[in-house]
Each structure stands twice: as C-alpha cells, then as structure tokens.
T-cell receptor, first 114, second 114 residues
Framework: AQKVTQAQTEISVVEKEDVTLDCVYE???????LFWYKQPPSGELVFLIR??????QNEISGRYSWNFQKSTSSFNFTITASQVVDSAVYFC???????????FGAGTTVTVRA | DTAVSQTPKYLVTQMGNDKSIKCEQN?????MYWYKQDSKKFLKIMFS???????INETVPNRFSPKSPDKAHLNLHINSLELGDSAVYFC?????????????FGPGTRLTVT
C-alpha cells in the first residue's frame, strides 16, 4: 500500500503565483519523519526539509513554507511568489520509527512559466 | 567539494552484460543507500548499509549485489542486465541511528540497457 500520496501529478503556474503541493501519508507509528525533496530538470535530488511527528509547528524558509497537520495526516508544501527556477519535481517522503528507508510519493511536477 | 559522488553518470550497455556503479561520500556518514528511479520518476529503496553492514534489502532480484568496502563507499554490481533494469540509480547517505536523518543524494547514474 502506498504510504505517501501526492495526488497532484502536475501543476502549472505563471511566475509570481503561489503554488501548494499536497502530501498525505499513512503510518501506524507514533514516531515518524516527513521529508520534502526537489528534483530539478538537471536530475539531482535536493533535500528541502525534515520534520518529526512530534513537531507540528509550521516552518517557513524564504519563499518556502510547510504545513504539517497530524489530524489529517498531511504535510503540505507552499511556494510563495513562484519563480521559473522552482520548476522541478517535488517529492514528499516518509520514514517510520527506526526505519532508515524513505518511502517516496509519486512526485508532483511543477512548471512555472515566465 | 562533492558530498556524494557516483560514477559513471551514464552507462549504456547490452542485455546480459555485468556492470558496476560506484558511490562515495565524504560527509562522514555511517549509512548509505541505493535507490532506483524508474521512467515514471518513482523512487524506491533497494539497499542500505550501516557501517558496512547490510540493514535493508528490499525485494530486489539477486542479480543486484551491493558491496561496501568501507563506510564511505557503497558499490552496486548488476549481473546479467535486463531491459527492465534501465533506470536512474541514486546513491545516498545519512547520519546513523538516533532517528532517520535526511539523506543526501548523489547525482544519479542513468543506466540504459539495449
């Protein structure tokens, strides 16, 4: 069963628009970790954020912000005032208690048009 | 300085051949991983080593064999290559136990089997 669901396959926006990427996860563990990664067209995977299940505080880093809600098992990611350089595939991932591996969602392709 | 490096970046070979991909990290991490990204961009864990010990071995054909000569290196050897092995293979590393830490990925090796 898919542990991480990214229902949006592709999102296309015009520069300066905000874009929110949804991530819904499934786990029975009380301790778990959530991650977001960016994969630009060049292909590398870039770590963006790690969150543990006990920390529901939202986080902001520049134009990026994350909204973690345990009640809905969601860890959504918003890019504010998008730029062309934000065009990439974004992956949400889950790591459950004492498990080293990352279970990735299918990814959301974001295209920002000038 | 490259944190996680992989060689080669591209690998084109024929069915039935044996090939290896090398990975090295200079982050001082104890845990290393191999992931496979298929043509639909789906990322899946294959193997993980912690301090040269195999800790994750997902359902992977036994034609794939990881080897960790030391904790800074994790190589992937593939025997009798098949068309379905065509994919991008990513190496990653992270800090060890104490909680699943973020993983840092190499640039990927695009394997094409013809």
């Amino acid at each position: 069963a898919q542990k991480v669901t990214q229902a949006q396959t592709e999102i296309s926006v015009v520069e300066k628009e905000d874009v929110t990427l949804d991530c819904v996860y499934e786990t029975r563990d009380t301790t778990y970790y959530l991650f977001w990664y960016k994969q630009p067209p060049s292909g590398e995977l870039v770590f963006l954020i790690r969150r543990n299940s006990f920390d529901e505080q939202n986080e902001i880093s520049g134009r990026y912000s994350w909204n973690f809600q345990k009640s809905t098992s969601s860890f959504n990611f918003t890019i504010t005032a998008s730029q062309v350089v934000d065009s990439a595939v974004y992956f949400c991932a889950l790591s459950e208690n004492n498990d080293y591996k990352l279970s990735f969602g299918a990814g959301t392709t974001v295209t920002v048009r000038a | 300085d490259t944190a996680v490096s992989q060689t080669p970046k591209y690998l084109v070979t024929q069915m039935g051949n044996d090939k290896s991909i090398k990975c090295e990290q200079n982050l001082g991490h104890d845990t290393m991983y191999w992931y496979k990204q298929d043509s639909k961009k789906f990322l899946k864990i294959m193997f993980s080593y912690n301090n040269k010990e195999l800790i994750i071995n997902e359902t992977v054909p036994n034609r794939f064999s990881p080897k960790s000569p030391d904790k800074a290196h994790l190589n992937l050897h593939i025997n009798s290559l098949e068309l379905g092995d065509s994919a991008v293979y990513f190496c990653a590393s992270s800090r060890p136990a104490g909680g699943p830490y973020e993983q840092y990925f190499g640039p990927g090796t695009r394997l094409t089997v013809t």
